[in-house]
T-cell receptor, first 112, second 112 residues
């Protein structure tokens, strides 16, 4: 069965430190993978996506992620955290021809 | 461009009442989905549609009905509300299977 696992429901980093949010997936179809960010009381916004092509993808706000097929992973990174990065982050994977499922989310806290 | 519009934003229901959550998009997207978001559980897919007249079940469809009579609208019906349906509901649409999903602002539903 298709699944998405986000390790760590809460992650805290200091401002300026590396951000690493983990996502592992399983999928029986070619994986299309997305990272979304959710700010309080808002809907989700796209950060970046992987469908085909280059396995290292860059998104908005300095985030990037690398698709590693052998590890079934799509971890999200940012070299230097900013206070404005505090939010909840969701990994999503294609779970069938037309449907997507989401991970349980990782809440990022940035410490001054 | 309004994007994805959900109404109402907030709703309180009594157990056993029925209601319809509205979702409309003006981007001519074929694919639309309903998710519920609960603490620690991420977003779970309720129902989805790949075009007018075509719907299918997601991960947690019980207690919910959908229909898709037009490309623009994808209402979600709660037939007999239960406290377990207290949640935040998000509607999303996408152009095709490889593109990002656009989310509405959510409907916060409380069933007492």
């Amino acid at each position: 069965a298709q699944s998405v696992t986000q390790l760590g429901s809460h992650v805290s980093v200091s401002e300026g430190a590396l951000v690493l949010l983990r996502c592992n997936y399983s999928s029986s179809v070619p994986p299309y993978l997305f990272w979304y960010v959710q700010y309080p009381n808002q809907g989700l916004q796209l950060l970046l996506k992987y469908t085909t092509g280059a396995t290292l993808v860059k998104g908005i706000n300095g985030f990037e992620a690398e698709f590693k097929k052998s590890e079934t992973s799509f971890h999200l990174t940012k070299p230097s955290a900013h206070m404005s990065d505090a939010a909840e982050y969701f990994c999503a994977v294609r779970a069938g021809t037309y449907k997507y499922i989401f991970g349980t989310g990782t809440r990022l806290k940035v410490l001054a | 461009n309004a994007g994805v519009t959900q109404t109402p934003k907030f709703q309180v229901l009594k157990t056993g009442q029925s209601m319809t959550l509205q979702c409309a998009q003006d981007m001519n997207h074929e694919y639309m989905s309903w998710y519920r978001q609960d603490p620690g559980m991420g977003l779970r897919l309720i129902h989805y549609s790949v075009g007018a007249g075509i719907t299918d079940q997601g991960e947690v469809p019980n207690g919910y009905n959908v229909s898709r009579s037009t490309t623009e609208d994808f209402p979600l019906r709660l037939l007999s509300a239960a406290p377990s349906q207290t949640s935040v509901y998000f509607c999303a649409s996408r152009m095709d299977v490889e593109t990002e999903a656009f989310f509405g602002q959510g409907t916060r539903l409380t069933v007492v």
